[in-house]
Nanobody, 120 residues
Framework: QLQASGGGLVQAGGSLRLSCAASRSIFSALNMGWFRQAPGKQRELVARISSDGSTNYADPVKGRFTISRDNAKETVDLQMHSLKPEDTAVYYC????????????????WGQGTQVTVSS
């Protein structure tokens, strides 16, 4: 139902754009999030965008990442700039009908994950 793409290998300071395509007709009503999980660490929400377009970011990515959505195309993107080695992780897009939640437990719909590796 969610298909993530756009990961890859980039040098520190570089940029990547992740995209997530949804196959649900109710996409516009869903709150979307991008999570990441580094080896040995818990999955964390880095950015979310509500059904009305309001956005929130985790502190480590503020000013560097931008989340956006296109309801007509049923896609949500994560533009990442000034990437750091600590941004290395598998990135997942997820969807929920629950507004304002940061917990992955409240997101029932998940994409397959895409690897982002930032070299120093």
């Amino acid at each position: 139902q969610l298909q993530a793409s756009g990961g890859g290998l980039v040098q520190a300071g570089g940029s990547l754009r992740l995209s997530c395509a949804a196959s649900r007709s109710i996409f516009s009503a869903l709150n979307m999030g991008w999570f990441r999980q580094a080896p040995g660490k818990q999955r964390e929400l880095v950015a979310r965008i509500s059904s009305d377009g309001s956005t929130n970011y985790a502190d480590p990515v503020k000013g560097r990442f931008t989340i956006s959505r296109d309801n007509a195309k049923e896609t949500v993107d994560l533009q990442m700039h000034s990437l750091k080695p600590e941004d290395t992780a598998v990135y997942y897009c997820a969807a929920t009908s629950v507004p304002g939640t940061w917990s992955p437990r409240n997101y029932p719909y998940w994409g397959q994950g895409t690897q982002v590796t930032v070299s120093s």
